[in-house]
């Protein structure tokens, strides 16, 4: 299993940014998938999570309406948009695999992550 995030960048407030993240090494499109961020000497943090065919995406409260993720399962590639983000956005992102379909559970496999910051 591997999971690759790129698209991270310096970007100023209220500016957007779209993340990916290519998966190989297992089938992709019977996983769900998350978005999890760990800000600057603080803990893992679960930003977003997707079903198996992209039709329910979740999110946490300090992203949603402003982060939309979705998938593309003919190409193994889970997307993260972030539009008007903040200062308080600024973390490392990884893209992870849950241990089961659904929300709340640990994931098994990680990407290494791409930072994103946000700052004038």
């Known amino acids: 299993v591997q999971l690759v995030e790129s698209g991270g960048a310096l970007v100023q407030p209220g500016g957007s940014l779209t993340l990916s993240c290519v998966a190989s090494?297992?089938?992709?499109?019977?996983?769900?998938m998350y978005w999890i961020r760990q800000p600057p000497g603080k803990g893992l943090e679960w930003v977003s999570g997707i079903d198996m065919d992209g039709t329910g995406t979740y999110y946490a409260d300090s992203v949603k309406g402003r982060f939309t993720v979705s998938r593309n399962n003919a190409k193994n590639i889970l997307y993260l948009q972030m539009d008007n983000l903040k200062p308080e956005d600024t973390a490392l992102y990884l893209c992870?695999?849950?241990?089961?379909?659904?929300?709340?559970?640990?994931?098994?496999?990680r990407g290494p992550g791409t930072v994103v910051t946000v700052s004038s």
């Open positions: 992870a695999r849950p241990l089961a379909d659904g929300l709340g559970y640990e994931t098994d496999y």
């Open positions: 090494g297992f089938s992709f499109r019977h996983y769900w």
